[in-house]
């Protein structure tokens, strides 16, 4: 007779309804995902922080061989002081993981999880 496996036990990351402190499934499942090639400009008013995203657009020319190039805004971010704060250390983080090993090879290389910073 065949011995059945133990079940697996799921790992619960997102919960519906939401929870208090918990990551909302429903909220998260349209989250977008942004892509862009730089950040042209940003500002500080009345407390919040905001900054222009860019990506860069590439398109055949009908006919030719050629290729235009131009801009596109993809996002306009706003955060308070504190998103702004949690913002910049993330990017620290990233700068930090990006930066070659005294070796010479990338800290994480191949790594596909994402690396998680207190920031408080």
């Known amino acids: 007779m ?3 496996p133990d079940p697996v036990t799921p790992v ?3 919960n519906i309804p939401s929870l208090a402190g918990g990551v909302s ?4 499942a349209n989250a977008p995902f942004i892509y862009f090639d730089g950040a042209p400009n940003f ?3 009345f407390g919040v922080a905001n900054i222009s995203l860019e990506a860069l657009r590439f398109t055949a020319v009908p ?3 050629n290729v235009v190039t131009d801009r596109v805004t993809v996002a306009h971010l ?3 002081t504190e998103g702004l704060r949690q913002l910049k250390s993330a990017i620290d983080g990233i700068e930090l993981l990006a930066k070659p090993a ?3 090879t990338h800290r994480f290389e191949g790594d596909l999880w994402p690396v998680r ?3 408080s």
């Open 2 to 4: 065949t011995e059945k």
């Open 12 to 14: 619960v990351t997102e």
């Open 25 to 28: 499934a429903i909220a998260s």
């Open 43 to 45: 500002g500080f008013n």
């Open 63 to 65: 006919g030719t061989t």
């Open 78 to 80: 706003r955060m308070s």
């Open 102 to 104: 005294a070796d010479g």
């Open 117 to 119: 910073f207190n920031n």
